[in-house]
């Protein structure tokens, strides 16, 4: 028999880092919800998080959220949904900041400053501040789990690599600073502080980044205490994006936790005399679907959840996808 998701949590003690990954539109953000509202209602204090600028977790839990901080929902359920702008913002403000603090600056040149703000329109920013926003919470500690719904890029799994870039990249940066320590400890004097003084400000940040850097590397790859959970619908795009992602697994040594199957209608339906064409079209082409995916991907299926009467928002409806995917029984 098949581990299902609530024996995959069941067994696993160790666990505290859920990631739901896949294409936008799936159900990452319904299933980050549902996991956070059970985990909660077992007495575990859950933290949902999300840095999607469409303000998924807003939508879904029915209350504006987006940037206003960590929010309360029920005994031990927590969201919070980041606002990766501002934190860009914040970011590139203190970076002014210290250039001007270290050089006794009034005011930035404009080359400088130029340069600063074409930084914030860079991609890589936001994914850093993404990145940022999830190690800082997980340094504290102050949760259980942290479930993640992550914004569709490279599936999460470019977390992994980026991390893996950014920690190389600041022992290089780290060894050039170094270096170059030799050498100006020598110079004069620059309005009032040595090199050696400027370089111990910049190391030191290095050192606070690198310090929790290494600490969420080491997280998410431990498969006893992060699970990374696949998101797809039964068709055919979804199913080759799912195939893409487990190359990406593989290639960067990770582990795939499992695969959650979404808006699956109920084959039953196709019993009933008065169902429309079109409704028999779609579970038929479904159902052709399934095999492909069992055929595929049985070893990794944890759940199969159905397609609902109405959008899963709210907490009633949260907790009804929560029943659903905790209590899904493999039937074939």
């Known amino acids: 028999m098949l581990e299902t998701v609530r024996e995959f949590f069941e067994k696993r003690p160790e666990l505290n880092c859920v990631i739901f990954a896949g294409k936008g539109g799936l159900g990452k953000t319904t299933f980050s919800a549902a996991t956070s509202y059970w985990l909660a209602e077992k007495g575990k204090k859950a933290l949902c998080f999300s840095t999607d600028p469409q303000a998924s977790l807003s939508d879904i839990f029915e209350r504006d959220i987006y940037g206003k901080g960590i929010q309360a929902f029920a005994p031990n359920l927590h969201v919070l949904e980041i606002d990766a702008d501002k934190r860009v913002n914040d970011y590139l403000e203190s970076v002014r900041k210290k250039i001007m603090d270290m050089y006794n600056l009034k005011e930035l040149p404009k080359e400088i400053d130029e340069y600063i703000k074409s930084a914030a329109s860079e991609p890589a920013m936001h994914e850093s501040a993404t990145y940022d926003a999830m190690a800082e919470l997980m340094v504290k500690r102050e949760y259980d789990y942290y479930i993640f719904d992550m914004p569709p890029f490279g599936h999460g799994i470019r977390m992994v690599s980026m ?119 779609r579970i038929e082409m479904q159902q052709r679907y399934m095999k492909v995916i069992w055929e595929k991907f049985e070893p990794y299926v944890r759940a199969v959840v159905p397609m609902y009467d109405r959008e899963p928002k709210g907490l009633k409806m949260i907790a009804k996808v929560a029943e659903d995917l905790f209590s899904w029984k493999h039937e074939r």
């Open 163 to 281: 991390a893996l870039i950014l920690d190389a990249w600041i022992d290089k940066i780290t060894e050039a600073r170094m270096k170059a320590r030799e050498y100006d400890e020598a110079m004069a004097a620059l309005r009032g502080r040595t090199e050696a003084e400027r370089e111990d400000v910049i190391l030191k940040d290095l050192a606070e980044i690198r310090e929790k850097l290494d600490f969420f590397s080491s997280v998410l790859t431990d498969s006893k205490r992060t699970a990374f959970f696949m998101v797809l619908i039964p068709e055919n795009m979804a199913i080759l994006d799912t195939e893409r992602a487990l190359k990406m697994f593989e290639a960067m040594k990770l582990n795939l936790s499992g695969i959650i199957v979404n808006q699956v209608y109920p084959p039953e339906l196709l019993k009933k005399k008065d169902l429309s064409e079109f409704l028999k079209n």
